[in-house]
């Protein structure tokens, strides 16, 4: 009995070292600024008039990638985007030197143009892209056709949250233009591939 005791004991003590363990090694969430519509609002976010032309040209001048970011007031998975995985230094440096990340209000009024020119409000235009969840990120092609709306020709769209290694991934691979050939090696296997490379066993 004294030994299934100190058994159970010494496993209580190694789980309980384990836990605190993985607690402090957890990314610590860091504060984001709300702003009025209750979306975060970092400082790499580009304000425009959400005009998806006029902001692909703006970003192509820039030598960076237009991505749309579909969010809304109290989703608590984009908080843990903004909080968790965008404060990633490797993800932050992307976004901030690859990518002209535009936001969209999911139940937003605030008028916008589509790719193909047609006006319509926020949350109009993310009902005509099909967006149903929050966040979605909508990453525009190297070449924009005016004839298609932005969900209709993205080079990839990435629903829900993910963690900073899923995103870092995404955010390269879209980058370098991965996904125009996909015969031998799309995402996914891209993903594994550099979870391997890295050898940290990070799958988030």
């Known amino acids: 009995m004294t030994n299934a005791r100190t058994g159970f004991a010494a496993r209580a003590i190694v789980l309980a070292a384990m836990l605190m363990s993985m607690l402090g090694l957890a990314r610590p969430a860091v504060a984001v600024e709300l702003g009025d519509d209750g979306l975060h609002k970092p400082a790499w976010l580009r304000e425009t008039f ?8 703006d970003a192509r001048a820039e030598g960076k990638r237009l991505v749309l970011i579909v969010e809304q007031r109290g989703c608590i998975y984009c908080s843990q985007m903004h909080e968790k995985t965008f404060t990633d230094p490797r993800v932050r440096a992307l976004l901030e030197t690859r990518f002209f990340p535009v936001q969209i209000n999911l139940h937003g009024d605030t008028e916008i143009a589509d790719a193909d020119g047609e006006a319509l409000t926020e949350k109009r235009a993310v009902r005509k892209w099909n967006v149903m969840f929050t ?3 909508i990453f525009l092609p190297a070449e924009l056709d005016e004839t298609r709306s932005a969900v209709q020709q993205a080079a990839a769209v990435m629903p829900g949250a993910f963690g900073p290694g899923t995103t870092f991934d995404l955010l390269t691979w879209i980058a370098e233009e991965r996904y125009l050939d ?3 090696e799309d995402f996914q296997r891209y993903h594994a591939r550099m979870i391997r490379e890295r050898g940290d066993g990070n799958t988030e």
């Open 182 to 184: 996909q015969s031998e």
């Open 50 to 57: 959400k005009d998806v032309r006029e902001d692909f040209a």
């Open 135 to 137: 966040p979605t990120l």
